[in-house]
């Protein structure tokens, strides 16, 4: 708080809102908060990066199959796709601390010539191993964008933070949907080696439109006084606590869920494999209107609310999924689950950073951005032990329905006690 009555804002700016945070001042008084010049410009390279930046991460799950056909051991294959998503969670707490020294936007233009090199190189590898390491070189780069751009969406438009980092979200997810499609395209056309060199080409050029865009922008001053990295995280850890519960304990059932979606429908409802395939792709390919649906409605009412909502649908879809028989129903309830969870990450990420104050907003963030992966991380291994222990899939997901159900409750039940940010409000 800088006066009474207002607060400062992700953008830098102090406006007086008798407490409420712009996001509903707006809507209230019937007009738009003005938009500085040249920001749409570096909102777009950055949503583009964002599809860049989640196609070179997923892209090597669909190659593990490819690889195996190739004569790769299996474990040795696995690899590949398990280092991109250990390389995302270890770059994620350094590159916290590098924004405590440098701005956003410049480490995002650091890391979009690192996604270039990296992605090169893997194009280039000479055999599997040196793939994996261009599989962790990749993943770091990916960690990088998140913990760099997600902070800057929200004060490129701090108006409606939730819509920004919907549409960013957005593009994420239309990446999970479409780099196996590509993935098998390259291999058709002749190797998958094809992506990288694209995504390194790419990369490269969206790296000097970016750098055009940010000349061009009046950038926000927001994250001048974030200089203190293990200082922000300690005094935001109740919201960083809040988030990982939300989004690291809920994740780590939506990893184990999706990972064994597959081979749950055929065991358990005798779907084919490439039936179930086939629902896999509608289940992410259901969450692409989620993140601009969740945005929306994350810049018009509470946040709390919303993020209970998703909580309560998801558990709702999680336990019809063991219910309900025949493939239009189950389809039905896989159209509902992709829906309704993908809205869960574009509003946990648009309360948190609305929440977060400039002088601790990318410091905390990349303190909870990094935990909370590697909670998630374990969903699918937990999965596959309970199944190996004995435990039927059915038995494991409605196990999960209870666990989510719980947490629900216990979030419920501490924000009608007022424990719980409300998220931007002062």
């Known amino acids: 708080m800088d006066v009474a009555g207002s607060r400062k804002h992700a953008s830098g700016a102090v406006e007086a809102t008798d407490g409420l945070p712009p996001r509903l001042v707006a809507p209230m008084i019937g007009t738009r908060l003005p938009e500085p010049s040249g920001r749409l410009g570096v909102f777009g390279t950055i949503c583009v990066f964002s599809f860049l930046v989640n196609t070179g991460r997923i892209a090597f799950a669909p190659l593990v ?46 890391m979009g010539l690192f996604l270039s090199v990296t992605s090169a190189l893997t194009a280039l590898s000479p055999g599997i191993w040196f793939t994996i390491a261009g599989a962790l070189l990749v993943g770091l780069a990916t960690g990088i ?68 865009a940010v000349r061009r922008a009046e ?30 304990f809920t994740g780590f059932v939506w990893q184990g869920v999706f990972n064994f979606y597959v081979t749950y429908l055929g065991a358990a ?6 039936t179930g395939t086939t629902l896999l792709t509608v289940l992410f390919a259901a969450g ?7 945005g929306r409605l994350a810049d018009r009412f509470s946040y709390l609310p919303v993020l ?29 689950m992709g829906l309704i969870i993908h809205c869960l990450f574009p509003v946990a990420d648009a309360y948190l950073l609305d929440s977060l104050p400039d002088e601790n907003r990318a410091s905390a963030y990349a303190g909870f951005s990094a935990t909370m992966m590697l909670i998630q991380a374990t969903g699918s291994v937990a999965v596959g032990a309970f199944a190996q222990a004995g435990l039927g899939y059915t038995a ?5 329905v209870f666990f ?7 979030m419920a039940v501490l924000a009608r006690a007022g424990r719980l940010p409300r998220g931007g409000y002062a």
């Open 396 to 400: 494991v997901f409605r196990g999960y």
């Open 269 to 274: 409802k005798g779907i084919p494999s490439e």
């Open 308 to 336: 209970l909502a998703t909580l309560v649908g998801f558990v709702a879809c999680l336990a019809a999924v063991t219910v309900v028989e025949g493939l239009v129903a189950i389809a039905a309830v896989t159209v509902a």
């Open 65 to 110: 199959d490819f690889f195996i056909q190739s004569g790769v051991a299996p474990a040795t294959a696995g690899l590949a796709a398990t280092a991109v998503w250990v390389g995302s969670a270890l770059s994620r707490l350094p590159t916290g601390y590098l924004l405590t020294r440098i701005s956003r936007h410049r480490a995002l233009l650091g």
């Open 219 to 248: 950038m926000p001053n927001a994250g001048a006084d974030d200089r203190d990295f293990l200082a922000a995280i300690r005094a935001q850890w109740r919201l960083i606590a809040v988030g990982i519960v939300f989004v690291g």
């Open 288 to 294: 692409v209107p989620s993140f601009v649906i969740a």
């Open 145 to 212: 964008f998140f913990i760099a751009a997600n902070p800057l969406v929200s004060e490129l438009f701090p108006e409606r933070v939730g819509l920004a980092v919907g549409v960013r979200g957005m593009f994420s997810q239309i990446a999970a949907v479409t780099a196996p499609i590509l993935v098998s395209v390259a291999i058709v056309r002749g190797s998958w080696r094809l992506v990288f060199g694209a995504l390194a080409v790419l990369a490269f050029l969206l790296t000097v439109a970016f750098l055009f």
């Open 404 to 410: 989510v159900a719980a947490i629900a409750v216990a």
